[in-house]
């Protein structure tokens, strides 16, 4: 469920005499906040009233309701990232206490997702500022993981109790893609390691991404993680800025919630970040046989990426058509109907998308133009350098 239609459920499911009700009384302590998703409340309100339903006195005073609710709206909004701030602070400060450590750099990283204590990033370091880039991420990671658990507490109980999205659904999406580009004696393993990979944001496969990423030795994904989550809820102050459908960073791949829900026909963000996962992850650390010269499921192109993996998702859709006709006529249609694919490629994509329709195996279309090639019989030759 989007975030509209959270509230839209909600408005209709708490009935408009409590809505009324709490646009005049909300408090700013976690309970109410937790129940104001208001915008479409409010507006659902101010449009009763301008139809005059329940309201028997004179236009004045309708007037100003609506004033006062769009006022009582203003504020809650206000009061919800002032809170959502508190949070911040307050999970930096609690982090830094236990170390005695600097809470404003803590405080810095849960804002911006930057380490700029002594020793973080790379370069030749001192054992003493080693020790405390160590120390410090210690503790941010804790940071994060208490701010998580205070802004939960502000979303609505329905939201938490959405369960993540099931192994089955993601297995579904992306087994014609695995099927269709990595080599036989590879699938299993890989549609296995990709639906473990993948998760969807919405509130309970967050919490699951958050904790596989923070086992990793890196936190800048599950900062994303944590703020695509919250955005999607109108919890994310708006100067942090996290623009993204989806990340796949090298381990793990994560869709945002909102893209997950999206209309357009021709979109799968599982798949589009699950194919990231095919040219990171290496088949040699299953256990898989490997011929020289292969390194990864499929081995694309540096430069091609991003292509790919558009490809991957908007082919994935096409051949949900069964009859080869109806691929092509829905291919066709892709430069004019798709719309969550960036404008400046959507051109190329969708042509390619065609020429892959109209072929009799789509995916090696795919598979020739984004692909490293390789030499037939013999090792792909690596340049040397000196
Ligand atoms: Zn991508």
Known sequence: MGRVDVRRKYVESVGLGFALRQAFEVGTDAESLRRCHVPLMIEKLARRCSLGEGIAEGRGKLYNFVFRCRVALREMEHDKLETVNHCIRGAAQQ???S?????????????????????????RFTLAQLNDDEVYTGATK????????LLADLLPAEA????????????ASIGPMVKGLVERDWQEVALRELTARTFVLNFQGAQAAVDAELSTCFMGTAWQILWALFGDYGLKPEEINVE????????????RLS????KDPYSDVIVHESAHLLHYLKPEHYGLHVRRGQERFVDVE??????????????????????RKSRISFAEEMKERAFSFPRDRIEEVAALVLNAARARNGWRVIREATVIPRVRGRAREFPTYP
């Open 302 to 323: 540096f430069c091609h990426r991003e292509l790919f993996a558009f490809e991957c998702e908007a082919y994935s859709r096409v051949v949900r058509h069964d009859k």
């Open 244 to 255: 993204c459908d989806g990340v796949s960073a090298g381990d793990f791949a994560h869709v």
């Open 259 to 262: 893209a997950y829900e999206t």
């Open 99 to 123: 170390g005695g450590l600097r809470t404003s750099l803590i405080e810095r990283f849960l804002r911006t997702g930057e380490e700029t204590w002594d020793g973080a990033g790379s370069g």
């Open 95 to 97: 982090a830094a206490a």
């Open 160 to 171: 938490q109790e959405v369960p993540q999205v099931g192994l089955e659904t993601i297995r």
């Open 142 to 149: 804790t940071a994060l993981r208490t701010l998580f658990r």
